[in-house]
């Protein structure tokens, strides 16, 4: 199993630490290689992907990635920043599909900004489409026009490319609950009543679930108000960016959600929802947890161990019930722990 690992920048090697360590204790045969991407990358090369790191992620079966970014790097030139490595890789790997699960662990209930009652039992699988919509879509620029700026952006799908995203979200609720929710803006934006008529087409090829449709707005207040309604939610490249990061602090903190970025043979890169938090780099005390369980889907998606990856997130849970906190989730009557004092915890129930 080769595996390209990138720690990325502010807290990145700190959490990625602690996962390798994790996939070190399992009885399983890795080949761990490290490279640099993001501000990391452009500190050593001026590349936010450079071409060592391209060559090893595409020769890797999986990418475990830590995070990028940070204020450091926000006044180069937009090609150099760090988030652009992300882009860029995303793109050289065809990893179109992005699946971030919201999971409310029991013991977090109260660490919610919602009400226990609201959120208790969560569990929704927000299903992105990666590579396409306004993200990537051309023309874009900046320009003068008539002696004043115009931004401008091109919002665009193909058929073909939301046709796979939708059969990546029917064949992930297959195998959940059988609902899925598909989320766009038809009521104002064409690309997207394109998308409403695409999955509509798809869904009698997948009679056992059960299809609906949400406008975005809707859907982004409907997480805050009632989120147990949504079983796998799909959607597009820059709805589903707003509203995975929404349904993460439902969970009470974005520091334990994981994900899962997949090409259509399920090569994947896998990260922690989580920025490189800057302001906590190098203080150990960043949540580790969300890098651990993105380790574990790494091993369900890509290798086919779901026994493994059992194995990770049974670990996790019960280091959460002994009452294991970092800072980001710390209640009174739990333990404060750092970066690797977690770490430690998840290898001993490990």
């Not at 500190?43 to 992907?49: H, I, K, L, N, R």
């Not at 071409?51 to 790097?73: M, S």
């Not at 406008?215 to 207040?221: E, S």
């Not at 493994?308 to 280091?319: F, L, N, P, T």
Request: proline share 5%; aromatic share 6%; with cysteine.
């Amino acid at each position: 199993m080769k595996i390209c690992v990138l720690p990325g920048d502010g807290i990145g090697p700190e959490i990625m630490a602690e996962a390798v360590r994790v996939l070190q204790a399992l009885d399983l045969k890795f080949e761990l290689e490290e490279a640099l991407l993001g501000g990391a990358a452009v500190d050593a090369s001026g590349d936010p992907y450079p071409e060592a790191t391209r060559k090893l992620a595409r020769a890797a079966d999986a990418v475990l990635l830590g995070a990028v970014g940070g204020p450091k790097w926000d006044s180069l030139p937009r090609e150099q920043r760090p988030e652009r490595g992300l882009l860029g890789i995303r793109k050289d790997l065809g990893l179109f599909a992005n699946l971030r699960p919201a999971i409310l662990y029991p013991e977090l209930a109260n660490a919610s900004t919602l009400k226990p009652e609201i959120v208790a039992g969560l569990d929704i699988l927000i299903v992105r489409e990666l590579t396409g919509d306004i993200y990537f879509g051309q023309p874009r620029g900046i320009e003068n026009r008539n002696g004043e700026r115009y931004g401008f952006n091109t919002m665009h799908y193909t058929e073909s490319e939301i046709r796979r995203i939708g059969r990546v979200a029917f064949e992930a609720a297959r195998k959940r609950n059988k609902r899925l929710c598909s989320v766009d803006k038809m009521n104002v934006l064409e690309t997207t009543q394109l998308w409403r008529d695409v999955m509509t087409e798809l869904a009698p090829e997948y009679p056992d679930v059960e299809l609906s449709h949400m406008l975005v707005d809707n859907a982004a207040m409907q997480l805050v108000r009632a989120p147990k309604q949504f079983d796998v939610m799909v959607t597009g490249n820059m709805f589903g960016d707003i509203l995975s990061d929404e349904a993460s602090m439902l969970t009470g903190s974005i520091g334990m959600l994981p994900s899962a970025s997949l090409d259509a043979n399920n090569k994947g890169l896998y990260e922690p929802s989580h920025g490189s938090a800057p302001d906590i780099a190098g203080k150990g005390v960043a949540n580790p947890l969300a890098t651990i369980l993105s380790a574990a889907m790494m091993l369900r998606y890509t290798f086919n161990r779901e026994d493994a990856a059992s194995r990770i997130e049974d670990a996790v849970k019960k280091v959460l019930a002994q009452g294991y906190r970092t800072g980001d989730i710390f209640e009174p009557g739990a333990t404060k722990v750092g970066t690797k004092q977690m770490g430690d915890a998840v290898l001993a129930a490990l």
